[in-house]
């Protein structure tokens, strides 16, 4: 199985500033990495897929890295919106696999 | 408006069985992979089940397999997930995702308990 190491646990930052999140594949998935948001009350949401390809209805300032076992989240600018947890998962091969997840708060 | 609508949790005990279903509305279900994704409490997600268009072809992960049983029915636009012999480990939340090798559609999730 491919095990998906995602850093930071947590993180804490002001709105208007930029953050990434990291996610290590235990062997190369090629480009097959997607981003989530989860937030308490609402559906998981996707936000990247195929390591760097946007979502429909996501904002631009959200943008993914990376390919082989190497990806980057970014978000720029941050949003009140966008604090919450983050999850990576590759979806290269049977069984996907997810990161541990990050949380983002408010610094 | 993509919807997956889930149902059927709730509290078992150790050993018992329960089925999860998933309503899907908004979009042709035959067309795509159905899978569910689970979240025992304070932990992460973990893949559970897919299912192919046809329901020809079904994927697991060793922790479930032999146990749970993924199903549809695609003139009813439902989601179907058996499980049996059910462990306290299994204790979580438990979604409805449309597939794509990623999920780009999720439910909002039902708790199921296992716990005597």
């Known amino acids: 199985d491919v095990q998906m190491t995602q850093s930071p646990y947590n993180l804490a930052a002001s709105p208007g500033e930029s953050v990434s999140i990291n996610c290590k594949a235990s062997k190369s998935i090629s480009k097959y990495l997607a981003w989530y948001q989860q937030k308490p009350g609402k559906a998981n949401k996707l936000l990247i897929y195929d390591g760097s390809t946007l979502q429909s209805g996501i904002p631009s300032r959200f943008s993914g890295s990376g390919s082989g076992t190497d990806f980057t989240l970014t978000i720029r600018s941050l949003e009140p919106e966008d604090f919450g947890l983050y999850y990576c998962q590759q979806h290269n091969e049977y069984p996907f696999t997810f990161g541990s997840g990050t949380k983002l708060e408010i610094k | 408006e993509v919807q997956l609508v889930e149902s059927g949790g709730g509290l078992v005990q150790p050993g018992r069985s329960l089925k999860l279903s998933c309503a899907a509305s908004g979009f042709t279900f035959s067309n795509y992979y159905m899978a569910w994704v689970r979240q025992a409490p304070k932990k992460g997600l973990e893949w559970v089940a897919t299912i192919s268009t046809s329901g020809s072809r079904t994927y697991y992960p060793d922790s479930v397999k032999g146990r749970f049983t993924i199903s549809r029915d695609n003139a009813k636009s439902s989601l179907y997930l058996q499980m049996n012999s059910l462990k306290s480990e299994d204790t979580a939340t438990y979604y409805c995702?449309?597939?794509?090798?990623?999920?780009?559609?999720w439910g909002q999730g039902v708790m199921v308990t296992v716990s005597s």
């Open positions: 995702a449309r597939q794509l090798g990623y999920f780009d559609y």
